[in-house]
């Protein structure tokens, strides 16, 4: 094992989609030598992804935003799509930097909230006849039709 993978090996990485972001990751992930990756996925309601750090590439598209940043000790993509969701990957010399990198992008780009407008009714109905209390504030409603079809089948 005297000569290194990069004398042994030549890499290649196919692009097949008009962002050149993922391809410049991976090549700066090879160049540096980084030999910890971790990756998350979340939603978040934040749109863009100013504040992260100065890109060293950022593309923009009607679906999304993407950028590669150095944060901390680690090399990061992150992209937040247009259906509010974030994926970002870290790259480092030790996972501690990695995860580091990662909780801080988390941060910055946090779950949504809930909301009351996010609230939505819900109301139970059983076909039971031994109905029961569901818990607080949630209580078994019969539906009229439900009685007619008990009264149908006790005439029959």
Same mark, same amino acid.
């Given at each position: #094992? !005297? @000569?290194p993978l990069s004398r042994r090996f030549h890499v290649s990485h196919e692009l097949h989609e008009p962002d050149p972001s993922q391809a410049f990751f991976l090549a700066r992930v090879i160049d540096d030598g980084y030999t910890e990756l971790r990756s998350r996925q979340? $939603? /978040?309601s934040e749109r863009s992804l =100013?504040?992260?750090g100065t890109p060293l590439i950022h593309s923009s598209t009607p679906n999304g935003e /993407?950028?590669?940043a150095e944060i901390g =000790? !680690?090399?990061t993509i992150v992209t937040v799509g247009g259906s509010s969701s974030v994926y970002a990957q870290a790259a480092a010399h030790d996972s501690a930097a990695a995860d580091a $990198?990662? @909780?801080r992008i988390r941060d910055r780009l946090p779950a949504p909230e809930p909301t009351a $407008?996010? @609230?939505v009714p819900v109301m139970f109905w059983t076909y039971s006849p031994h109905a029961k209390d569901l818990g607080p504030g949630m209580e078994v409603r019969f539906a009229r039709t439900t009685q007619l079809q008990r009264a149908r089948? !006790? #005439?029959t």
């Open positions: #094992m !005297s @000569d979340w $939603a /978040t =100013e504040g992260l /993407t950028i590669v =000790e !680690s090399l $990198a990662l @909780d $407008a996010q @609230d089948r !006790s #005439m």
